[in-house]
């Protein structure tokens, strides 16, 4: 989402829909940041309201995030039809969901009981035809999105029910290992045990990286590129696997390299 949030001015709006207390700091993006949810308890600049009748006017916004909400949205269709609605003509859209055929999107919603989700996307062409029809805006870029199992740290916001302990109490040291070894054996055997879901650009959108970012860390869930650890000098040798400090939160991580680029 960083690819459309720090492309807007200073003077643009940016809608993020569906985000509790946000989905990115304010400090991602110049533009004036809206916060919108059906929960109450939001911050300033936040709106609460039902996303299927957005309370804002035609092309109010520039871009538009939806940050792993749209799986929660009961009405997902109408809701794409007020996103479109709202957002400029040569506004951006960023829309992230899980697939919910993934090892980590089962583990979430079993730990949550469900967790909220009453979309089930599984598959990616589908749900991209889905966009195009429901907004008129061009799918430019997908990205898979990979997971560390963060949702489930010990150490995050979320107080589990009992049974966090079957899968080690979210202990930090259990997801490095877990994590890792679910992306050698995406690596290696083809599997897609550390897959999380997609990310849809939608709009007109200078080149978008669509080579997956595989490092993601234990505890704040940031995705880095792999190349970029390296060049900043993060990257450690170590005897079970390299490893690296989280540039945002400096948990430790394992590292692994991400898929190469196309030439
Ligand atoms: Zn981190």
Redesign the pocket.
């Known amino acids: 989402m960083h690819e459309i949030l720090s492309e807007l001015r200073p003077d643009s709006i940016v809608l993020d829909l569906g985000c509790r207390s946000g989905s990115f700091p304010v400090t991602a993006t110049q533009a004036k940041v809206v916060r919108f949810d059906l929960d109450f308890g939001l911050g300033p600049c936040s709106v609460q309201g039902d996303a299927q009748l957005l309370p804002f006017r035609e092309f109010s916004f520039d871009g538009i995030i939806a940050n792993h909400s749209l799986e929660h949205i009961v009405g997902m269709k109408p809701c794409l039809r007020e996103l479109r609605r709202v957002l400029k003509n040569d506004g951006r859209l960023y829309v992230a969901v899980p697939d919910a055929s993934t090892l980590s999107d089962w583990l979430y919603r079993w730990l949550a009981h469900g967790g909220g989700h009453v979309n089930a996307i599984v598959d990616s062409n589908r749900f991209a035809e889905v966009l195009e029809a429901e907004t008129g805006l061009r799918v430019a870029a997908v990205r898979l999105l990979h997971t560390s199992f963060a949702f489930a740290n010990v150490n995050g916001p979320v107080k589990w029910s009992r049974r966090i302990w079957l899968i080690g109490g979210g202990q930090e040291w259990i997801l490095r290992t877990a994590s890792y070894c679910a992306r050698r054996c995406d690596a290696w055997l083809g599997t897609r045990w550390s897959v999380y879901g997609w990310a849809f650009y939608l709009g007109e959108m200078k080149f978008i990286d669509e080579v997956p970012a595989t490092n993601v860390?234990?505890?704040?869930?940031?995705a880095h590129v792999s190349e970029w650890l390296k060049a900043i000098g993060t990257v450690k040798p170590g005897w079970l696997w390299r490893s690296y400090s989280?540039?945002?939160?400096?948990?430790a991580?394992a590292f692994t390299d991400d898929p190469p680029r196309p030439t």
């Open positions: 860390c234990v505890r704040c869930g940031a989280c540039p945002e939160c400096q948990t991580n």
